[in-house]
T-cell receptor, first 117, second 110 residues
């Protein structure tokens, strides 16, 4: 089945540094990828929709200058948390949209646990 | 390794019916379980979040239950409407790992 690889699975960084998270679709082309985050004891929430070759669409309340999304190829989207602060500590997960076949499917990465000290 | 299974894969019902979607997971050591709705071309919309210490959550016509010991959750939709047509996914979260089911594609016919 289709696989989405997300890396790294866990990262600990100092406040003020930037962290890049990669999301790759391994055996299908994903024109659209989604980025989510989940704060402790809260629901997973959509952050942004990433379309290959164009600017990402951010959900209300998500700072586009802080969470840089690049979807330069059909198999790779990256999320960069710039100048991370402790309040950015969260679980981040991506999903990729697979349009092959008769029904659209979403496949998910395994997530990245970010801890900002 | 946690595995999440959703049954049925697809479901078609007439408008007004009550229905139940099922989600099972193999590892009961979870922090929470969530139910989502996915519409074509869109990201997930969170419907209900059940913490590991809770047994159920309700929101409007939706009720989700959680039985950790048996590794099961159900999403009950009352008085279904055509607008409920979507794919419904469940996901279990354990600290730094989230696993999704493959989803149930629901069609509610007018």
């Amino acid at each position: 089945g289709a696989v989405v690889s997300q890396h790294p699975s866990r990262v600990i960084c100092k406040s003020g540094t930037s962290v890049k998270i990669e999301c790759r679709s391994l055996d299908f082309q994903a024109t659209t990828m989604f980025w989510y985050r989940q704060f402790p004891k809260q629901s997973l929430m959509l952050m942004a929709t990433s379309n290959e070759g164009s600017k990402a669409t951010y959900e209300q309340g998500v700072e586009k200058d802080k969470f840089l999304i690049n979807h330069a190829s059909l198999t790779l989207s990256t999320l960069t948390v710039t100048s991370a602060h402790p309040e950015d500590s969260s679980f981040y997960i991506c999903s990729a949209r697979d349009l092959t076949g008769s029904n659209e499917k979403l496949f998910f990465g395994s997530g990245t646990q970010l801890s900002v000290l | 390794k946690q595995e999440v299974t959703q049954i049925p894969a697809a479901l078609s019902v007439p408008e007004g019916e009550n229905l139940v979607l099922n989600c099972s997971f193999t590892d009961s050591a979870i922090y929470n379980l969530q139910w989502f709705r996915q519409d074509p071309g869109k990201g997930l919309t969170s419907l209900l979040l059940i913490q590991s210490s809770q047994r159920e959550q309700t929101s409007g016509r939706l009720n989700a239950s959680l039985d950790k010991s048996s590794g099961r959750s159900t999403l009950y939709i009352a008085a279904s409407q055509p607008g409920d047509s979507a794919t419904y996914l469940c996901a279990v979260f354990n600290n730094n790992d989230m696993r999704f089911g493959a989803g149930t594609r629901l069609t509610v016919k007018p």
